[in-house]
């Protein structure tokens, strides 16, 4: 089993910057990619970032947020900059298992946070 803990959620003013992190601890050997998601209050959950050979971002975060994994220390952090009224959600990491393909969809996930919320006021 794999558990996951995020941190580093908060309150700041828009154009402040955060950064998130996941610690994963249990049998990570199992982890193949990691990815960050968050769900707003009365939407779905969605698709943030992903750390891989290649980074994906949801659009509306290109060029503000910067995903990274530090193998070493087992931990996925989120750097969020410029940060926006609509960034406001709770912030999940997630793992996959091995034989998962698509890297953007929340149900090819195996192993989720608790989530951490991140405010950010106008």
């Known amino acids: 089993q794999v558990q996951l803990v995020e941190s580093g959620g908060g309150l700041v003013q828009a154009g402040g910057s955060l950064r998130l992190s996941c610690a994963s601890s249990g049998r990570t050997i199992g982890i193949s990619r990691m990815a960050w998601f968050r769900q707003a209050p009365g939407k779905e959950r969605e698709f943030v970032a992903f750390s891989g050979i290649i980074n994906r971002y949801l659009d509306s975060v290109k060029g503000r947020f910067t995903v990274s994994r530090d193998n070493a220390k087992n931990t996925l952090y989120l750097q969020m900059n410029n940060l926006k009224p609509e960034d406001t959600a709770v912030h999940y990491c997630?793992?996959?298992?091995?034989?998962?393909?698509?890297?953007?969809?929340?149900?090819?996930?195996?192993?989720w946070g608790q989530g951490t919320q991140v405010t950010v006021s106008s």
């Open positions: 997630a793992a996959q298992g091995p034989l998962r393909t698509t890297w953007s969809n929340q149900y090819e996930y195996d192993y």
